[in-house]
């Protein structure tokens, strides 16, 4: 489903301040595989998922996407495939609209359909249905402003109406790190279940040992721009959290 293929990307190049932010990666990821990231600052983490989703563009090297060579394309044009979930919650809704609006632009953003798109009944019905199996009771707060909702709760929403087209592939960078406890563990369960639910291909970059170490089918260890740890299912479930702990230094 992914392919990086010897990515490299050097920024601010022959400058005082250059930086490999990646130096030669390789990763091959099968459809339905959950990826969780880990690694440092600076190691390279969220400059791997810029690649995916065509935010930045590799200096060497390609990126294809269900079999597709899409390199050099932007990320606009991978919007359909591709949905990304950052830290804030606040990233990616507008606040003063409602729940309802929300997802209108969203399904505005990836399908071709004009501004007539989510005006319909099937599309609010559609959304409130959506929205009722999160089981956090706004399926019946659709009108009201995605603002006034805890970060949970926002968060919870981005990811659904980020995914409900044709997404195939969920990028999560550190989609917990500005919330509470108990919202982020809201969030991180809503996530695995809708990539269960709907077979995404998910990367997730966390800084959260317990996150890391519960959630994912497979566990890369990144570290100064280069993948140094690649570990897939049974061996990621024999990993202790002290095994781990390392594994973010
Ligand atoms: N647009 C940019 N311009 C200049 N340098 C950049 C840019 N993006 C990333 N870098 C640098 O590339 C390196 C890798 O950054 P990246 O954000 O990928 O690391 P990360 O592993 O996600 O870190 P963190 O855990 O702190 O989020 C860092 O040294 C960073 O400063």
Not at 37 to 52: A, E
Not at 98 to 116: H, M, P, Q, V, Y
Not at 130 to 150: H, N
């Amino acid at each position: 489903m992914i392919e990086l293929n010897n990515i490299s990307k050097t920024f601010n190049k022959g400058k005082p301040n250059q930086v490999v932010a990646l130096d030669g990666v390789t990763l091959h990821i099968q459809q339905g595989e959950f990826v969780v990231i880990v690694g440092s600052n600076g190691s390279g983490k969220t400059t791997m998922l810029n690649m995916l989703a065509g935010t930045v563009s590799p200096d060497f090297g390609s990126v294809l996407i269900d079999g597709k060579y899409v390199t050099k394309l932007p990320d606009y044009k991978r919007s359909k495939w591709v949905a990304r979930i950052f830290q804030n919650p606040l990233t990616g809704t507008a606040a003063e609209l409602s729940i309802l609006d929300n997802f209108r632009l969203a399904a505005l953003r990836t399908k071709n359909k004009g501004l007539t798109v989510g005006k319909t009944e099937n599309f609010k019905n559609l959304v409130r249905d959506k929205i009722a199996t999160l089981g956090m009771g706004l399926e019946d707060k659709t009108e009201q402003p995605i603002g006034t909702l805890s970060g949970g709760q926002r968060q919870a929403l981005t990811l659904l109406m980020s995914i409900m087209d044709d997404c195939k592939i969920l990028l999560l960078d550190e989609p917990t790190a500005a919330l509470d406890p108990r919202s982020a563990a809201l969030v991180m369960r809503t996530a695995n279940e809708l990539i269960k639910q709907y077979n995404l291909t998910a990367l997730l970059v966390t800084h959260n040992l317990k996150d890391a170490g519960s959630y994912g089918s497979r566990i890369v260890q990144m570290s100064e721009g280069r993948i140094l740890k690649d570990i897939a299912t049974e061996e990621k479930y024999k990993l202790k959290q002290n095994d781990l702990f390392e594994w973010f230094g």
